[in-house]
């Protein structure tokens, strides 16, 4: 009979959240957990920073201005520590409504009053946190509100199936974060998205380009890969711009969402949602495609090569202040020194390691 794969229903949510208001947004978060449950969803994923909402005034004000420091402020204040009673009303969502579900969030540092990241959050179907993915470089105006992510939340997490990874936005094209993914078979992927991209002239909006990013990294990784795209509500667009012009660029549906899901071929099996909708997007899929699609391009196995190509990835995150132990005797006092029995150290043949303890 050999291996069996299973069939299932991925879910993407596209939706803007209740701006800067955590509370608000995570009943929100939570009746969209619920009504992904009802349609049949197995797994789902949410846009970024969908708690409270992205950092986007930092396209339209100076970092510096009274109008930026009072929305990073609320934004801080409306973060969300791990674990906290957010999480845990995220929790009892998923593990009522049975679904494996990947939360953007702007997260803080528990009991601090400074430090900000750009997580996905991995809660298990039976409401279990599973593991936290930071995002590892905050791109262009995120620098200013976002700390940059740890080592060792730079992998996939294993699931009942199999394993699953997210990226957030700008490191969906990152092909060092890629190639980490490949070589850790991730199956079912969550690229997650925030509002719109900063107007820049030229530059294609965030429904074209999320759709191109996606498609080649399922087609890289042969997974399937859940696009969950934010949107923007007319409460942000008259909060958020500086000026009449930035108003009416935000406004636009075109500029906004674009959710999709895509398969291990790099094709387009459900969406992309218009930028004027939210709600669910579904798709039923066979994980066995993931195993067709690696016969043929296995960028972590044979269609690689190990003896030329080498990633080594730090996943690590050392303390920034750390306790020493009580001074010992004066040094001509102490025993003398030995060379370490074990021998000189040397680098793991496998660059990436095993997946983690993140369970399904």
Same mark, same amino acid.
């Given at each position: 009979?050999?291996?069996?794969?299973?069939?299932?229903?991925?879910?993407? &949510?596209? =939706?803007?959240?209740?701006?800067?208001?955590?509370? =608000?947004t &995570?009943?929100?978060?939570?009746?969209?957990?619920?009504?992904?449950?009802?349609?049949?969803?197995?797994?789902?994923?949410?846009?970024?920073n969908?708690?409270?909402?992205?950092?986007v005034?930092?396209?339209?004000?100076?970092?510096?201005?009274?109008? +930026?420091m009072?929305f990073?402020?609320?934004?801080?204040?409306?973060?969300?520590e791990?674990? +906290?009673?957010?999480?845990?009303?995220? *929790?009892?969502?998923?593990?009522e =409504?049975r679904?494996?579900?990947?939360?953007?969030?702007?997260?803080?540092?528990?009991?601090?009053?400074?430090?900000?990241?750009? #997580?996905?959050?991995?809660?298990?179907? !039976?409401?279990? %946190?599973?593991?936290?993915?930071?995002?590892?470089?905050?791109?262009?105006?995120?620098?200013? &509100?976002?700390?940059?992510?740890g080592?060792?939340?730079?992998?996939?997490f294993?699931?009942?199936?199999?394993?699953?990874?997210?990226?957030? *936005?700008?490191?969906?094209?990152?092909?060092?974060?890629?190639?980490?993914?490949?070589a850790?078979? #991730?199956?079912?992927?969550?690229? *997650?998205?925030?509002?719109?991209?900063?107007?820049?002239?030229?530059y294609p909006?965030?429904?074209?380009?999320?759709?191109?990013?996606?498609?080649?990294?399922?087609?890289? *990784?042969?997974c399937?890969v859940? +696009?969950?795209?934010?949107?923007?509500?007319?409460?942000?667009?008259?909060?958020?711009?500086?000026?009449?012009? /930035?108003?009416?660029?935000?406004?636009?549906?075109a500029?906004?969402?674009?959710?999709?899901? %895509?398969?291990? !071929?790099?094709v387009?099996?459900?969406?992309?949602?218009?930028? /004027?909708? /939210?709600?669910?997007l579904?798709?039923?899929?066979d994980?066995?495609?993931?195993?067709?699609?690696?016969? %043929?391009?296995d960028?972590?196995?044979?269609?690689?090569?190990?003896?030329v190509?080498?990633?080594?990835?730090?996943?690590?995150?050392?303390?920034?202040?750390?306790?020493?132990?009580?001074?010992?005797?004066?040094?001509?006092?102490?025993?003398?020194r030995?060379?370490?029995?074990?021998?000189? !150290?040397?680098?793991?043949?496998?660059?990436?390691?095993?997946?983690?303890?993140? /369970?399904?």
């Open positions: 009979m050999g291996d069996e794969y299973p069939k299932l229903r991925l879910a993407a &949510v596209q =939706a803007a959240p209740v701006y800067l208001d955590r509370e =608000a &995570v009943e929100k978060a939570c009746r969209l957990i619920r009504e992904a449950g009802a349609g049949g969803a197995h797994l789902v994923g949410f846009p970024e969908f708690i409270p909402g992205h950092p005034w930092v396209y339209f004000h100076p970092v510096s201005s009274a109008r +930026s009072d990073s402020a609320a934004l801080f204040k409306n973060s969300v791990i674990p +906290s009673a957010a999480t845990d009303a995220l *929790c009892e969502a998923a593990a =409504a679904v494996f579900v990947v939360m953007g969030l702007t997260e803080k540092r528990p009991d601090t009053t400074g430090t900000l990241y750009n #997580t996905q959050l991995f809660i298990d179907r !039976r409401g279990r %946190i599973a593991g936290k993915h930071q995002k590892l470089v905050p791109t262009a105006g995120e620098r200013l &509100v976002h700390a940059g992510g080592g060792e939340s730079q992998r996939a294993a699931t009942e199936y199999g394993p699953v990874s997210g990226l957030c *936005c700008g490191e969906n094209s990152n092909p060092l974060a890629i190639a980490v993914l490949a850790q078979y #991730t199956r079912i992927h969550v690229a *997650c998205w925030p509002h719109h991209f900063k107007p820049t002239p030229g909006d965030m429904p074209e380009m999320s759709l191109l990013v996606t498609r080649n990294l399922a087609y890289t *990784c042969k399937y859940i +696009s969950a795209c934010g949107t923007v509500t007319p409460e942000m667009a008259e909060i958020l711009p500086a000026t009449e012009a /930035e108003r009416a660029w935000l406004r636009d549906p500029k906004t969402g674009g959710s999709a899901i %895509i398969d291990p !071929r790099g387009v099996v459900a969406g992309p949602m218009g930028g /004027e909708k /939210e709600g669910v579904y798709a039923d899929v994980l066995e495609v993931t195993v067709r699609c690696r016969l %043929i391009h960028f972590g196995g044979h269609y690689n090569r190990p003896d190509f080498r990633l080594l990835v730090n996943q690590m995150n050392p303390p920034l202040v750390a306790g020493m132990a009580e001074p010992g005797p004066p040094a001509d006092l102490r025993e003398p030995r060379l370490d029995p074990g021998g000189p !150290r040397t680098l793991p043949d496998e660059p990436f390691g095993a997946l983690g303890p993140g /369970e399904g």
